[in-house]
Every structure is written in C-alpha cells, then in structure tokens.
C-alpha cells in the first residue's frame, strides 16, 4: 500500500522560508514522477512543483525563483523548500506520485499540509 504523508506546515510570516515533506512507503515505481499541489477553498487544485524520475523540475510561474523542490537519494521523500512566501501561496499543499504501465495509471495523494502566510 503506497503512503504518501506531508508535514512541515503552518504559519510563517511574509517573506518568510518554510520547508515541506513528504514521506512515502510503499512500493512507488521507480519511474515515478512526483510533484506539490496545492489549493485554496473553491479553487482547483494546481501545480506548484513536479520532479521526474530522472530528476527533471518544472514550476509554477508563480513560485519559480523562489521554491525548490527535491528528493533524498533513496527516493522516500520529497521536499519543497519555499523562500520568500506571499500571503497568496496560503493554500493546503499536497504531493503526489504518479507512474504509469502499459495498461494502468497509478496516482497517489497525501492528507495535505496548511500553509498559511500572514503577520
């Protein structure tokens, strides 16, 4: 059973860092491409970050310059490094790994994770 679960939320200032995690278990394909999400209520989930299975990032324009996102060598988690947040990236963050085969999609989210910018 794949797990996918994000911490490291919460409330941080404006022009503040924050550092999220995502933890996996489970047997996640090695060509999996994994990414952060977010959203705000009433608005559609988007894509804040992808990283592919060879390592290749894509971003937001919203938050390029400004988040990273990476893994550990073991490939178990994920992190998204955010500098210099705005109160506009205040949204639930999510992550996610997706793969697929020659007759499946297999997609997988975590819980979510708060992250909410304000003085």
């Known amino acids: 059973q794949v797990q996918l679960v994000e911490s490291g939320g919460g409330l941080v200032q404006p022009g503040g860092s924050r550092r999220l995690s995502c933890a996996t278990s489970g047997s996640i394909s090695s060509s999996a491409a994994m990414g952060w999400y977010r959203q705000v209520p009433g608005k559609q989930r988007e894509l804040v970050a992808i990283?592919?299975?060879?390592?290749?990032?894509n971003y937001a324009d919203s938050v390029k310059g400004r988040f990273t996102i990476s893994r550990d060598n073991a490939r178990t988690t994920m992190y998204l490094q955010m500098n210099n947040l705005k109160p506009e990236d205040t949204a639930v963050y999510y992550c996610?790994?997706?793969?697929?085969?020659?007759?499946?999609?297999?997609?997988?989210w975590g819980q979510g994770t708060q992250v909410t910018v304000s003085s």
């Open positions: 996610r790994a997706a793969w697929g085969s020659r007759t499946s999609v297999y997609e997988y």
């Open positions: 990283i592919t299975n060879g390592g290749i990032t």
